[in-house]
């Protein structure tokens, strides 16, 4: 079983004890069908493609329990149940390593990476796939000298494809909790899930 799986399957246990192995079920064989638009992303050449996966099993979960008839505020709950847990550092060192990119901003190592991950990131490797902009320029990015824009969104582009896209800006909730693991506060104007021509991130480092 794929890592993230597991926190979906206790979710669904959790929520629903009665049904939870018809559900799993229903979700796998959604996801089964969903992933042959996402199988690109496993050996993509932009970096951010690689989360695809992970969205196609997001996707088959919703669209399970919307066959349930499912309100939007449980699936958004149970939602965000899954992906925090997923996220949650489970040790002191991957707490170190959430917060050690805000640590090394404006640094030459930094300055390196971020040349390198931009060529990666700018590339549309796929159609179907992310399409992002680092931005390193202090006065665009309160003095951290760190943000990015995206500017096409593979998961967007994966709900609509299903006709789900109401909610993909479910998603778009969690980066304000990743960016608070990182050590960093994030300052956005807008979400492309939400009508906005890209979704930027900028950061101040939490005091």
């Given at each position: 079983m794929t890592n993230y799986k597991?926190?979906?399957?206790q979710a669904v246990r959790n929520t629903y004890p009665g049904e939870s192995d018809f559900l799993m079920s229903e979700i796998?064989?959604?996801?089964?069908?969903?992933?042959?638009?996402t199988r690109f992303s496993l050996t993509s050449s932009n970096p951010i493609d690689r989360r695809l996966d992970f969205c196609a099993y997001f996707l088959a979960l919703i669209?399970?329990?919307?066959?349930?008839e499912e309100t939007y505020d449980t699936i958004r709950t149970i939602c965000l149940e899954i992906v925090l847990e997923?996220?949650?550092?489970?040790?002191?060192?991957?707490v170190f390593l959430k917060r050690l990119p805000a640590k090394l901003t404006n640094t030459w190592l930094a300055t390196?990476?971020?040349?390198?991950?931009?060529?990666k990131f700018s590339q549309r490797a796929n159609v179907n796939g992310f399409v992002a902009k680092i931005i390193t320029d202090?006065?665009?990015?309160?003095?951290?000298g760190y943000g990015f824009d995206i500017l096409e969104c593979g998961?967007?582009?994966?709900?609509?494809?299903?006709?789900?896209e109401k909610y993909s800006s479910i998603l778009c909730e969690v980066d304000e909790i990743t960016s608070a693991l990182a050590g960093l506060k994030l300052i956005r104007t807008g979400t492309i899930a939400l009508g906005a021509k890209k979704c930027d991130f900028r950061f101040k480092k939490n005091l």
């Open positions: 597991k926190y979906f399957t796998e064989d959604n996801y089964k069908a969903i992933s042959q638009d669209k399970t329990l919307d066959a349930q997923y996220i949650r550092p489970k040790n002191k060192i991957q390196l990476i971020f040349k390198i991950l931009n060529k202090k006065n665009e990015t309160f003095g951290l998961i967007c582009k994966l709900f609509k494809k299903y006709h789900f």
